[in-house]
């Protein structure tokens, strides 16, 4: 009898060096009938500029693969996941900043590739120096501060054309502070999730989407229960069947969200209101765990309802 293949497990890790111009892929021997090494990926990203992380472990390297990808300067990282034959995608795209090994018994050894975003990896150890004039175009100079700091593709909401820099100087920070720093004191948020088009995106969450998701009992893994919400926001478990990056709006029907409390301080804060009346909610926070042996295989969400972006904003 053939076996079907259709929820079988796609959990690949490219990695790609400049200096050589190569790229070497681990995980996808299944396409040519052999055995594939031992992959596991922890992970997280966020709604953030510069805390987006991943965990790569990879069993029985050889030592001429792991001198060659030490040496070799594979600092580019991409993995991929899915189902076969044709479910795939980019679940993370960044940098590699530390490849070390970790002796298990005499049988096996683990290589661990500790990673990050591309603006904290590729730009974001350099230091600005500028200077800029306060009263221009918000729009301009953040498009500018970019390009400066080597970000061709970025996303900057319009509606900061509107807006006034209100900063006459940059000095001495990284691109990734300097963004945080604006974020904090402006109302509106940014990612660095180079697994979209953009390597960065800044937008007000309340007034612009940049993808709307709708979710509902065939896509939540309800074996983990159905979605919750307390006061932290949404919580949910999903099949990596889609890439999700934060920021994207999600649509989840609140008949199936469960809001019951067994703490009193959560009862006093009347979880109720963190409902959203339209059924929206803002990804904060993705949380992956990925194997291709073991049995965790599984985004997790933590979002936040849309509506009350508008009363942090003051909208």
């Known amino acids: 009898m053939a076996v079907k293949k259709c929820w079988m497990r796609i959990l690949e890790i490219v990695l790609t060096s400049e200096k ?3 790229k070497l892929t681990f ?3 299944w396409e040519k009938g052999q055995t594939d090494l031992n992959i596991n990926v922890e992970g997280t990203k966020y709604l953030s500029p510069y805390k987006d992380e991943a965990i790569v472990r990879i069993t029985n ?24 034959p044709n479910n795939r995608f980019t679940v993370f795209k960044g940098g590699v900043l530390y490849i070390s090994n970790e002796l298990g018994d005499r049988k ?4 661990i590739i500790l990673c990050a975003n591309k603006l904290v990896c590729k730009y974001g150890q350099a230091r600005m120096n500028l200077s800029m004039t306060s009263g221009i175009n918000m729009y301009s100079a953040i498009k500018f501060i ?10 900057v909401d319009e509606s900061f054309k509107k807006r006034i820099l209100q900063e006459s100087e940059i000095q001495n920070k990284s691109i990734t502070s300097w963004l945080d720093t604006l974020c904090n004191s402006n109302d509106f948020v940014c ?17 612009t989407d940049l993808r709307v998701i709708r979710f509902n009992e065939n896509n939540i893994i309800l ?7 307390d006061s932290q926001g949404l919580k949910l478990a999903l099949m990596p069947t889609m890439n999700i990056v934060p920021g994207y709006a999600v649509i989840v029907d609140n008949s199936i969200i469960d809001i ?11 979880v109720g209101q963190f409902l959203d009346p339209d059924n929206t909610y803002v990804v904060m926070q993705l949380d992956f765990s990925l194997s291709n042996r073991d049995s965790d295989f599984s985004f997790k969400m933590k979002c936040r309802a849309k509506y009350l972006w508008s009363r942090f904003l003051g909208n």
């Open 146 to 155: 970019l390009e400066k700091s080597g970000i061709k593709n970025s996303f």
């Open 191 to 207: 990612n660095a999730d180079s697994t979209s088009t953009n390597d960065v995106s800044l937008w007000n969450p309340y007034n």
């Open 223 to 229: 074996t983990s229960g159905y979605p919750t919400l």
């Open 61 to 84: 390297l050889t030592y001429r693969e792991i001198v060659e990808l030490i040496n070799g300067e594979y600092y580019d990282i991409e993995i991929i996941c899915g189902y076969r």
């Open 20 to 22: 050589l111009n190569k």
């Open 260 to 270: 019951g409390t067994t703490s009193t301080t959560e009862a006093y804060k009347n």
């Open 27 to 29: 995980g996808n021997n």
């Open 108 to 111: 096996s050894n683990d290589v």
